[in-house]
């Protein structure tokens, strides 16, 4: 196992609900095992100040107190863990982003459990990994304690070794394998362009297992092509894993920062999955209503 060098805080969102519930379960493991600052943050939605000064002061109040709370119930049982809290307003997706800095890590929870469920229910999820500046984990409430090893999509040159680091951390971390996917549907009767993109896809696969090496010399990495819908092959493999790491999207600034393959992935979670932005943030981002934490 590879040493840990602790980068910014962990910043999870917190709500009270189940989901909400499981996202602070797993950045409290984390931050036990990095030796990482915890900060608890809710969001009261800026909705409430519409509806008048009173319901606006409540439900302050009412955030205050489960921060307070929850605070007091983490820091019994985990008293090693350095806690704080912070209590913000606005949107829940930008308020919760801008409750970070780069080389944080931001977790929050989600609703999401199963492939096709969020399609038409939309994630919040989406708009944090657009906005926030850091690493960004999206918790399921799903049972991990029996889920292995470490699954990366790497699906270009320009972020296979980011992506690549970031997964050999995360498996070195849990003790566990990392296996890296690169999947693209093929194109029928494409002849010598398929030949071509094969060997570009072998290479883009290579980089990534080099990059991971020089992590950690002794990891165990295993790598594979599909040729399938990359969402879908990633949720696949994803289904018994404990994480699935993923770049951030496109990276070009004429393009949208959330590919397609991310985007789709964080609408059907079924893994605690790491939005590898920075590459090499404290070792892997839904929200509803005032809640600040879970998405719907």
Known sequence: MTDFEPRGRIVVGVDGTAPSQAAL????RRAERDGTELVLAHVVDDAFGEMGSTYGADARNAARELLDRTRAEVADDHAQVKISSVLTDGSVAWALAHATRPGDLLVIGTHKTGYLHGRVLGSRSVQIATAAPCDVAVVPDVELRFRRGVVAGIDR????????RAAALEAAGLGDEVLFLHAT??????????????????????????????????????ARIAH??????????ARDRALLVLGPGSLEPTRSPIGSVLHDVLLNVNAPVLIARTGHGPAVLDADAHVGATAR
């Not at 993109?197 to 020089?214: C, E, F, L, S």
């Not at 399938?228 to 493999?237: F, G, Q, W």
């Open 157 to 164: 040159a320009m972020t296979a070794e980011s992506v690549a």
């Open 228 to 237: 399938r819908d990359p969402a879908e092959v990633l949720l696949d493999a």
């Open 185 to 222: 549907p093929r194109i029928p009767g494409a002849g010598v362009e398929s030949v071509r993109a094969d060997t570009a896809q072998n290479d883009v696969v290579t980089t990534a297992v080099r990059a991971a090496r020089q992590i950690h010399p002794q990891l165990e990495i295993r």
């Open 25 to 28: 379960r797993w950045a409290l």
